[in-house]
């Protein structure tokens, strides 16, 4: 099955905005936990934020404040605005699909290729 793909990554100042976006096939997106990992240089892949196929989110402590995570179920996407943007939010940013998404990973899931998100400091 096709993997999700990822846009929106970029070169940003601290403190400006980001949205990423993903798009899934409808099977996928309709099934699954949707969500967004990232991983940094020298960093263990963690997960960001995720919603359920009913729309309920969830975003990390360390990013709630500043990340929101929403889906477009007509145009089977998943977005994550990135706001207030800090250098430690430099990574590959990458859309999962699952059943579950662990920590580290999805379960019975797919993955994006990734898109990298560079805050200048």
């Known amino acids: 099955q096709a993997q999700p793909v990822e846009s929106g990554g970029g070169l940003v100042q601290a403190g400006g905005s980001l949205r990423l976006s993903c798009a899934a096939s409808?099977?996928?997106?309709?099934?699954?936990?949707m969500g967004w990992y990232r991983q940094a240089p020298g960093k263990q892949r963690e997960l960001v934020a995720g919603?359920?196929?009913?729309?309920?989110?969830i975003v990390q402590n360390s990013v709630k404040d500043r990340f929101t995570i929403s889906r477009d179920n007509a145009k089977n996407t998943v977005y994550l605005q990135m706001n207030s943007l800090k250098a430690e939010d430099t990574a590959v940013y990458y859309c999962a699909a699952g059943q579950v998404l662990l920590s580290s990973r999805p379960v019975s899931g797919v993955w994006g290729q990734g898109t990298q998100v560079t805050v200048s400091p």
């Open positions: 919603i359920s196929s009913g729309g309920e989110p």
């Open positions: 409808g099977s996928i997106f309709s099934a699954n936990v």
